[in-house]
């Protein structure tokens, strides 16, 4: 452990925080700043046009939600299992530990 | 920090792509001995690459009323080194050009440097530096993952601001223009990731020996 059980409860509690806090607080088009950028670039050179486009796009707004919600599902999906794995495997491991133990004392 | 498909010069793009190609060759150098001598990191390895997979999905509203996503790159810098992120992140840079049409491809490289580059490298070196001043590892980490996050939006900015500098201010004016874009909206974004790093490092590295085998810290007890 890095952090206490305590401390990572917290941790969590704290970066809940950070993203409820702007949504409740602060009046705003929460537009993303990826696409502010490429504004601020279409803003600053009259006339300016991208020279490639993407060879495809999402049909529509839901579409990109959802290939967004894969990508995160896909992410934190490998990530639970890995985290299952390890402590599964150290379970394993401490069971067999005790076992040989009381093998050892027979 | 994705600048969107067509949005630099061809010359930047080159430019960048060149730049970022042998971090990548090297990162997979890298990537495929750390797969052949310590099989047993396959499994932290595959985790890294999907912390940055989730992080960079979730575009999370700011203080400024906007939203951006972090890059979920710390994590794997700090245990596997600053190379081998710049393979991972690219990964995901890819999927989302030509998935999400989120970036692109002629600006992948350009993305590449900013994300999985200089972000990762920032992050190690930040994480590198608080240890030797003996900071305990939950604080190192969130540091540098922190700092190589907010790293990753300066770098965007100067790649912008070289590509589109100001008619009357030059590069300087144009780098505070995009800085101002990116850098106050990631401010609770950066630190956001640096917690959730420390709570998915926690989870990994608990009742493991992960930090011991990978070489960052010494003792068992420590």
Redesign the interface.
């Known amino acids: 452990?890095?952090?206490s059980r305590r401390?990572?409860v917290l941790?969590?509690l704290?970066?809940i925080a950070?993203?409820v806090?702007?949504?409740v607080f602060?009046?705003?088009?929460?537009?993303?700043?990826?696409?502010?950028?490429?504004a601020?670039?279409a803003a600053?050179?009259p006339g300016f046009k991208?020279?490639?486009?993407?060879?495809?796009?999402?049909p529509s707004g839901e579409v990109?939600s959802l290939?967004?919600?894969v990508?995160?599902a896909?992410?934190?999906?490998?990530?639970g299992y890995?985290?299952g794995?390890?402590?599964g495997a150290?379970?394993e491991r401490d069971a067999r530990a005790k076992g040989s133990a009381t093998h050892v004392d027979h | 920090?994705?600048?969107?498909?067509?949005?630099l010069?061809?010359a930047h793009c080159i430019a960048w792509g060149a730049a970022s190609a042998p971090f990548v060759v090297h990162g997979a150098i890298k990537l495929r001995r750390v797969m052949r001598e310590q099989p047993q990191m396959r499994?932290?390895l595959?985790?890294s690459?999907?912390?940055?997979?989730?992080?960079?999905?979730?575009?999370?509203?700011?203080?400024?009323?906007?939203?951006?996503h972090p890059t979920g790159t710390g994590l794997g810098a700090v245990l596997f080194g600053p190379q081998v992120m710049a393979v991972l992140g690219a990964i995901v840079l890819l999927?989302?050009?030509?998935?999400?049409?989120?970036g692109?491809?002629?600006t992948l490289g350009a993305n590449i440097f900013s994300m999985a580059i200089v972000g990762p490298w920032v992050a190690y070196g930040v994480w590198r530096l608080c240890r030797s001043l003996n900071l305990?590892?939950?604080v190192a980490?969130f540091m540098g993952a922190a700092l190589g996050d907010l790293a990753t939006y300066v770098t965007?900015s100067v790649e912008?601001a070289l590509a589109?500098p100001?008619?009357a201010s030059g590069f300087t004016g144009?780098f505070l223009?995009?800085v101002g874009?990116?850098f106050l909206?990631?401010v609770?974004?950066a630190?956001?990731e640096g917690?959730?790093t420390?709570?998915?490092?926690?989870?990994?590295?608990?009742?493991?020996n992960?930090?011991q085998e990978l070489g960052l810290i010494r003792s068992k007890t420590a």
């Not at chain 2, 920090?1 to 949005?7: D, N, R, S, T, V």
């Not at chain 2, 420390?198 to 493991?208: E, F, P, Q």
Request: aromatic share 8%.
């Open positions: 452990m890095i952090v401390t990572n941790l969590i704290v970066v950070l993203v806090i702007p949504l602060v009046k705003g088009q929460f537009s993303g700043s990826d696409d502010q950028g490429s601020a670039i600053s050179e991208p020279w490639f486009h993407p060879l495809w796009k999402p990109e290939l967004f919600a990508q995160a896909i992410g934190a999906g490998i990530i890995v985290i794995r390890i402590h150290a379970r | 920090m994705h600048i969107m498909e067509g949005f010069p061809p499994l932290t595959a985790a690459g999907a912390f940055c997979f989730v992080l960079s999905a979730l575009k999370m509203p700011s203080v400024t009323g906007s939203c951006s999927f989302q050009a030509l998935l999400l049409a989120h692109g491809l002629t305990s590892i939950a980490l965007t912008l589109y100001d008619a144009a223009k995009f874009v990116f909206t990631q609770p974004l630190i956001a917690l959730l420390v709570v998915v490092m926690n989870a990994l590295a608990s009742r493991t992960l930090l």
